[in-house]
């Protein structure tokens, strides 16, 4: 991992060297070699290219990538997850001081197009694109099969993560998945300035595009570290872009891609231990890359220098964070209500309603020393995507398309480790069938920056429960205008092309 990171350096230091005027939204941002300078430097050094790809994975968990200046909420893809498990209303903001999450969570962000929150997940996406099309050019273009394999591996990482950002913005910036509706501009190489908005189905056909070369690209490429995306991953990518569109063929191919994961993956599904705190802190935590049941992620260690300003430092009770200081963010009370007695998942959360702590996962994510308050710099690791999910999927995938022996047979296997007794399932039929399946996704996969994603797909309606602070007991909408960002005011002034 050492060598990932200082590789990682070098590649982002030069990066900052490197300048072009234009802007994206700085359409060429000077973070980013051009791909003729990548190409160049390779000539002397191959390793460049290896370089500029380890550079946009810590994008995803480095500070300021949303174009600010070190917002306490910017610290990419994490950061997004805490955006969208609040829009799901699953996250609750229990208590309010420092005002980070607060006009996010009263549903005022996301309809105002001036607002940083529009802003920052659209910056930070656009940067992931930008860079990957630098790499991706650098090797030859869209349509170049690398000759070396290690080219080749590096290629099918570029592309899974172009379509990556792209299936976020998607996500972000579409009510629900309309094949007609203009949505998002489209950049596929480094000469394209100040495109126009795409139409939904042009955006996710970009996707699926880039996920099937990735998977092909990826076939036999053994990855140094979980941070990289390999075939497996980009799959669960795919089969999430194939989810969102939804219909029957699309949950056809979630199915097919799902099972691969499942069979030929290599991940285990998360047992008891490791879900929930069960007397030794060295144990579970969702802290360890190395978990069997991770299929992407970071190790994150002190040459990092992550510290308040990430998510272990917004969500975490034992560390020097604001969920500490007095920024609360709680399971929803009325989500938790619907957890089993007997599910191992009721004890990651506190449950001393007179407590501050009230409904914090303080026994879902902690440290090894479980001090509150006391992990200052971030060696707690990032978790991106999980096994669990892809069986989730599965089940979700064969429920909705008549398939109901197959859906209960992946739901049963995810439910037994968490409950002594899923003998339940077997009567499920129809809408209970889907409406649980929607449910387990919720509770396992709670505050992993998931339940946002299931909402659009499931096309459901929340209730906030009463620890919320604001819009309690009123029913929101996966389509509600409040949920979906507005394209940012800057991109909106800079690109002429875009009213």
């Known amino acids: 991992?050492?060598?990932?990171?200082?590789?990682?350096?070098?590649?982002?230091?030069?990066?900052?060297?490197?300048?072009?005027?234009?802007?994206?939204?700085?359409?060429?941002?000077?973070?980013?070699?051009?791909?003729?300078?990548?190409?160049?430097?390779?000539?002397?050094?191959?390793?460049?290219?290896?370089?500029?790809?380890?550079?946009?994975?810590?994008?995803?968990?480095?500070?300021?990538?949303?174009?600010?200046?070190?917002n306490h909420d910017d610290f990419g893809q994490k950061g997004y997850d805490i955006y969208s498990d609040f829009l799901s209303s699953d996250l609750a903001l229990s208590i309010n001081t420092?005002?980070?999450?607060?006009?996010?969570?009263?549903?005022?962000?996301?309809?105002?197009?001036?607002?940083?929150?529009?802003y920052q997940?659209?910056?930070?996406?656009?940067?992931?694109?930008?860079?990957?099309?630098?790499?991706?050019?650098?090797l030859g273009g869209n349509d170049v099969v690398p000759e070396l394999d290690e080219n080749k591996y590096i290629m099918g990482q570029a592309k899974a993560m172009r379509a990556y950002a792209y299936f976020y913005l998607a996500q972000f910036y579409e009510k629900t998945y309309d094949p007609e509706e203009a949505i998002l501009p489209i950049y596929t190489d480094l000469d394209q300035f100040n495109q126009p908005k795409s139409t939904a189905a042009d955006v996710y056909n970009q996707i699926i595009s880039d996920l099937t070369d990735a998977i092909s690209l990826l076939d036999g490429f053994q990855r140094s570290a979980k941070n990289e995306v390999n075939k497996y991953v980009a799959e669960g990518l795919l089969a999430y872009a194939y989810g969102a569109m939804g219909g029957n063929d699309n949950y056809a191919q979630v199915k097919t891609l799902t099972a691969d994961i499942?069979?030929?993956?290599?991940?285990?599904?998360?047992?008891?231990?490791?879900?929930?705190?069960?007397?030794?802190?060295?144990?579970?935590?969702?802290?360890?890359?190395?978990?069997?049941?991770?299929?992407?992620?970071?190790?994150?260690?002190?040459?990092?220098?992550?510290?308040?300003?990430?998510?272990?430092?917004?969500?975490?009770?034992?560390?020097?964070?604001?969920?500490?200081?007095?920024?609360?963010?709680a399971i929803d009370e009325g989500?938790?209500?619907?957890?089993?007695?007997?599910?191992?998942r009721k004890g990651q959360f506190y449950a001393n309603s007179s407590s501050g702590y009230y409904l914090l996962p303080i026994y879902k994510f902690y440290t090894a020393d479980m001090e509150i308050g006391g992990q200052r710099n971030i060696t707690t690791d990032y978790?991106?995507?999980?096994?669990?999910?892809?069986?989730?999927?599965?089940?979700?995938?064969?429920?909705?398309?008549?398939?109901?022996?197959?859906?209960?047979?992946s739901l049963k296997a995810l439910v037994s480790h968490r409950m002594a007794d899923a003998s339940y399932i077997d009567a499920l039929t129809g809408k209970a069938l889907v409406d649980e399946i929607y449910l387990q996704t919720?509770?396992?996969?709670?505050?992993?920056?998931?339940?946002?994603?299931?909402?659009?797909?499931?096309?459901?309606?929340?209730?906030?429960?009463?620890?919320?602070?604001?819009?309690?007991?009123?029913?929101?909408?996966?389509?509600?205008?409040?949920?979906?960002?507005?394209?940012?005011?800057?991109?909106?002034?800079?690109?002429?092309?875009?009213?």
Request: net charge negative; glycine share 8%; hydrophobic share 40%.
């Open 383 to 409: 978790v991106y995507m999980r096994v669990a999910e892809m069986y989730l999927l599965n089940a979700e995938a064969a429920a909705k398309t008549g398939d109901e022996a197959t859906a209960r047979t």
């Open 98 to 118: 420092y005002n980070w999450y607060r006009a996010l969570t009263e549903l005022t962000v996301t309809v105002d197009y001036t607002t940083r929150g529009c």
């Open 442 to 499: 919720r509770i396992e996969l709670f505050a992993e920056g998931k339940s946002y994603l299931a909402m659009k797909r499931n096309h459901a309606t929340t209730i906030r429960g009463a620890n919320h602070l604001s819009h309690v007991g009123e029913p929101i909408s996966f389509d509600d205008p409040r949920l979906t960002f507005l394209i940012p005011q800057a991109e909106i002034q800079n690109n002429t092309n875009i009213n």
């Open 262 to 329: 499942i069979n030929n993956g290599g991940f285990t599904l998360m047992d008891s231990t490791e879900v929930v705190f069960t007397g030794d802190p060295t144990i579970g935590g969702f802290k360890d890359v190395n978990t069997p049941g991770w299929m992407w992620g970071v190790d994150l260690t002190l040459d990092n220098g992550l510290d308040l300003v990430s998510w272990w430092g917004q969500m975490d009770l034992w560390t020097y964070s604001y969920q500490w200081a007095g920024d609360r963010k």
């Open 1 to 70: 991992m050492k060598r990932i990171y200082i590789i990682s350096f070098i590649a982002l230091l030069i990066f900052s060297v490197s300048g072009c005027k234009k802007s994206f939204l700085d359409v060429q941002p000077t973070q980013f070699l051009t791909a003729e300078q990548v190409a160049e430097a390779a000539k002397n050094n191959p390793d460049v290219i290896a370089g500029s790809m380890s550079g946009i994975y810590t994008l995803m968990f480095q500070t300021g990538t949303g174009g600010s200046n070190l």
């Open 121 to 138: 997940p659209w910056r930070y996406y656009y940067r992931i694109i930008r860079s990957t099309n630098s790499v991706i050019g650098a």
């Open 335 to 344: 989500l938790y209500d619907k957890i089993p007695a007997n599910d191992v």
